[in-house]
């Protein structure tokens, strides 16, 4: 049953990807669906059995690597970390093949399609059940290639290419990091296994080792490789860029990628490796920091984006930013309940603009949009949700792990903590800002779009509508549901998956908070509806903010914001222009068309080409000649036939002078020849 859950979807992307030509697609689309829906509840057994039994599962499977003292096994850890991850993403995972079903069913490759998101959930699943660091970063390396292939599913378009090959290599940027963290936890530990990295780690703690000439504590090092890893892949501030782009691919990519698999997987990276981190003080400061300036980079960004998905994609960002810091923090349990609860409410935002989307002929701007509430009301309610459970309306999902983030980051009195409780603060009143600007466009102004669009505008069939319907009541009913399992107070749930820092003390400082620090959160994001519904009404969005927009600051404001920072300007103009410069001016002109071409096999063959010219050229008058050309090809012959094994050896003393010899009477047969000649 445990392997189940994990070939399942390998063999579902098997079937539809090499045999999918022999299939009718109703046919393949039974098989999809049965083989993702029978993950799903096997999925729920384990968790029954691992969470609710408290009986994890450690499976070996077979041996993959031996070379001296290094053993690695095709191992499989069940533990609670791994079940409730299983639950978040075959749950997702089922409701966009369903979705994928109507909304990819006049593409001529939907199979192909629906073969790649079996792909992208069986990597997932190796990267959260493995036992071993190698393991897991094959799942790792899995989830980028697959995302390349959703991203580029559509590879007729240039946008998509591009989008597709810039999420490529930022992301290798991220997993060099982690490679290298891996090296060195081997150097540490002689050894990848999860369970015994995680005993030795208290012991060794203090080894030192040279890093370019530097005397480093090899476990902070490593773990910080191994963020660096969690930040490319989260999309975490500076190698965010590839999220926003990764639009280009079809709507229920985004959901996947956004919502329970790829972006995920760094904060699950880093709640598996929490035994380690609680010796790093040093790299758990900076996992904070950079989690609040991201949280505050996208919320901002978010404000001026024209483009729907690109709306919801910023707030991704923002969320994962609100992960991080907390695992900063050392509470790890609570970034991962709010990774679960952020699954439910973004796939339900990616999905329901999908439904837009394809309800508008393929037009993704809002300013396009507006007067759909009468026509999508259903789609409508459901965004409505999904967009209250991202602001933290109280009582919804979001609600319940979003507030928990910010009242924790209260209690540790810390520049730290404060400064992530503060930006993570800015950034509610930022995210209820352009939900609120979001849902105003697309729905409740005069529609912006052509005649024609919006009266052929109509709502999705039934096939769309139920994954739209389960992600909502996600979006309700699922933070309040399972808030006790995962962070309530005296819990042992995670004893045996995530080693918690702080205890219950935490929780009972943030239970007696006075009532104005709880409420900061929740007035933070009235304020910010009541901005976005106030300035992007009728009547005021036409006279007072469109003329701030039009003065110097405000258009200097909103391009700032809406150009995402410049983040793509910097590193296009001033960082990836210059290295193709120097790539091509001095590795590729300088060394490679120049110094190993002259040295190499270039330069090579024109020396003897024009030797052998001139040898051919010469009129030998006497026999002399003859025999001494003779000898000299002998010599050399021979002496390279006896040293050609040991090329630093290749000639003795006595070769080394008959060579001299030789080219010195040859030279000057030749010199007298082309004299005589002239």
Request: proline content about 2%; charged content about 15%.
């Amino acid at each position: 049953m445990y392997l189940l859950v994990i070939f399942l979807p390998l063999l579902n992307s098997i079937i539809l990807g090499l045999f999918g030509f022999n299939l009718k697609l109703s046919n393949a689309i039974k098989i999809a669906l049965i083989n993702m829906l029978l993950t799903l509840l096997i999925s729920y057994t384990i968790f029954y059995e691992v969470v609710i039994c408290k009986e994890p599962c450690y499976i070996i499977l077979n041996n993959w690597i031996s070379i001296a003292n290094l053993n690695i096994n095709w191992g499989f850890l069940f533990d609670p970390l791994t079940a409730m991850m299983l639950i978040v993403v075959n749950s997702i995972s089922i409701c966009v093949h369903l979705y994928s079903i109507e909304y990819m069913h006049e593409d001529p490759h939907i199979k192909r399609f629906i073969s790649y998101l079996s792909f992208f959930t069986f990597f997932m699943i190796i990267l959260i059940s493995a036992n071993n660091f190698l393991q897991m970063f094959l799942g790792w390396e899995g989830v980028g290639l697959c995302s390349y292939l959703l991203i580029n599913f559509w590879f007729h378009r240039i946008q998509a290419n591009k989008a597709a090959i810039k999420a490529m290599v930022v992301n290798r940027i991220g997993d060099f990091g982690l490679a290298l963290g891996i090296f060195i936890f081997f150097y540490i530990f002689k050894t990848i296994d999860y369970l015994t990295i995680f005993t030795l780690a208290p012991e060794l703690n203090e080894k030192f080792f040279i890093f370019f000439n530097f005397n480093i504590n090899a476990l902070n090092l490593s773990c910080f490789f191994i963020f660096i890893g969690c930040v490319g892949k989260s999309a975490q501030i500076g190698l965010h860029t590839w999220l926003p782009d990764a639009m280009e691919g079809p709507t229920p990519v985004s959901a996947l990628i956004h919502a329970a698999t790829m972006v995920t997987a760094g904060i699950f990276l880093l709640s598996r490796c929490s035994p380690i981190y609680q010796y790093t003080p040093n790299i758990s400061f900076i996992i904070t920091i950079l989690g609040a300036f991201t949280v505050f980079l996208a919320g901002t960004t978010g404000l001026a984006q024209n483009d729907l998905k690109r709306v919801i994609a910023y707030s991704t960002c923002s969320q994962l930013g609100y992960m991080l810091f907390i695992a900063g923090l050392s509470n790890y349990h609570v970034s991962f309940f709010h990774l679960s609860n952020h699954a439910f409410f973004k796939a339900l935002l990616f999905l329901g603009a999908g439904a837009v989307i394809h309800g508008l002929a393929d037009e993704q701007d809002m300013r396009k949009m507006g007067g759909l509430s009468d026509t999508l009301v259903y789609t409508c309610s459901c965004m409505a949700i999904g967009a209250a459970a991202l602001e933290g309306f109280p009582f919804t999902t979001g609600f319940y792990s979003k507030d928990v983030i910010l009242e924790l980051s209260s209690v540790f009195f810390s520049i730290e903590s404060s400064f992530a409780d503060w930006f993570g603060n800015i950034s509610v009143a930022a995210t209820a800002f352009y939900s609120t600007r979001s849902i105003f466009y697309t729905f409740i102004n005069d529609p912006l779009s052509f005649k024609k669009y919006i009266s052929k505008c109509h709502e999705s069939n039934i096939i769309m509508s139920i994954p739209l319907f389960l992600l909502s009541f996600g979006a309700l009913f699922i933070g309040y549901l399972t808030k006790d399992l995962i962070i309530g107070l005296s819990i042992n749930t995670w004893e045996e998956a995530v080693l918690v820092k702080t205890k219950d003390w935490v929780f009972f400082e943030a239970e007696y908070l006075d009532d104005f620090i709880k409420d900061i959160p929740l007035l933070f994001g009235i304020m910010g509806s009541l901005c976005g519904s106030y300035l992007y009404s009728e009547e005021i969005f036409s006279t007072l903010w469109f003329k701030w927009k039009l003065t110097n600051n405000g258009r200097a404001i909103y391009s700032f914001l809406n150009r995402k920072w410049f983040f793509d300007k910097i590193y296009n103009e001033l960082i990836s222009q210059n290295i193709l410069n120097i790539a091509y001016k001095q590795t590729y002109q300088t060394i490679d068309r120049g110094i190993l071409e002259f040295l190499g096999p270039h330069g090579f063959s024109i020396v003897i080409y024009k030797r052998t010219l001139d040898i051919n050229n010469i009129t030998l008058d006497y026999i002399y000649h003859y025999l001494l050309l003779l000898l000299y090809g002998i010599i050399t012959f021979l002496t390279i036939s006896v040293y050609w094994t040991n090329f630093i050896y290749f000639v003795d003393g006595n070769s080394l002078i008959l060579l001299i010899i030789g080219f010195f009477l040859l030279k000057e047969v030749v010199f007298k020849k082309k004299k005589n000649n002239k």
